[in-house]
């Protein structure tokens, strides 16, 4: 993606266990978003950063789930407990202030055994 | 709330054969619309967008796709495709009035078959 990097590319964990997910945007970006993307299915939002804050937070789908940002910089997904449904590939979005298009990450495939 | 419907699942298609993949979109307000292409083994990227003006927006690799507000669509037309446009599909909305995140459709995979 333009100017954004995941890590890992790729996570293998049994459940039950934590994880924890990064998105590192290259500098200039207030606005991030995060999505995943379940086999054969479409993108879905998780959350929405602008800074450092997360004025939506409606697409996470537990409380299992949460993230946070440093700044304008790094993103991290955390996933506690994994189950088998949290397998997907996970997405991140960097965003210009007033952006009307997002530029999608490599990604990070996540499989729960 | 606003949702995308992409009726079709796949698309077969003969090369050189033209293709419409459709997108139906829901909503209240204003929108921008996007189609996102997933090439096999690569990660998501933006093909083409209409945010205002002109109905009709076109990709560098011939793609087109016209906004109907009256039908509240965005379908993506090629007149002729390649082996190369084999490939999933997005079709995405976003409230720029709120928080720009993007709904998207549960795509559409492109076979073109030689």
């Known amino acids: 993606g333009a100017g954004v990097s995941q890590s890992p590319s790729n996570k293998v964990t049994e459940k039950g266990k934590d994880v924890e997910l990064r998105c590192d945007p290259i500098?200039?970006?207030?606005?991030l978003y995060w999505y995943r993307q379940r086999l054969g299915q479409g993108l879905e939002f998780l959350i929405y950063f602008q800074g450092n804050s997360a004025p939506d937070k409606s697409g996470l789908p537990s409380d299992r789930f949460s993230a946070e940002r440093t700044g304008e910089s790094v993103s991290t997904l955390t996933i506690q407990r994994t189950q088998q449904e949290d397998s997907a590939v996970y997405l991140c979005?960097?965003?210009?202030?007033?952006?009307?298009?997002?530029?999608f990450g490599p990604g990070t495939r996540l499989t729960v055994l | 709330a606003q949702s995308v419907t992409q009726l079709d699942s796949q698309v077969p298609v003969f090369e050189e054969a033209p293709v419409e993949l459709r997108c139906n979109y829901s909503?209240?307000?204003?929108?921008?619309l996007f189609w996102y292409v997933q090439y096999p083994n690569q990660g998501l990227q933006l093909l083409l967008k209409y945010l205002s003006g002109s109905t009709l927006v076109e990709s560098i690799n011939g793609f087109e796709a016209e906004f109907n507000k009256s039908q509240t669509s965005f379908h993506l037309r090629k007149p002729s495709v390649h082996i190369s446009d084999t490939a999933e599909y997005f079709c995405a909305v976003s409230d720029h009035y709120n928080t720009d995140k993007l709904i998207f459709g549960t795509g559409t995979r492109l076979q073109v078959f030689p």
């Open positions: 500098s200039g970006h207030t606005a």
């Open positions: 979005a960097p965003g210009r202030e007033n952006t009307d298009t997002q530029y």
């Open positions: 909503s209240s307000v204003s929108v921008y």
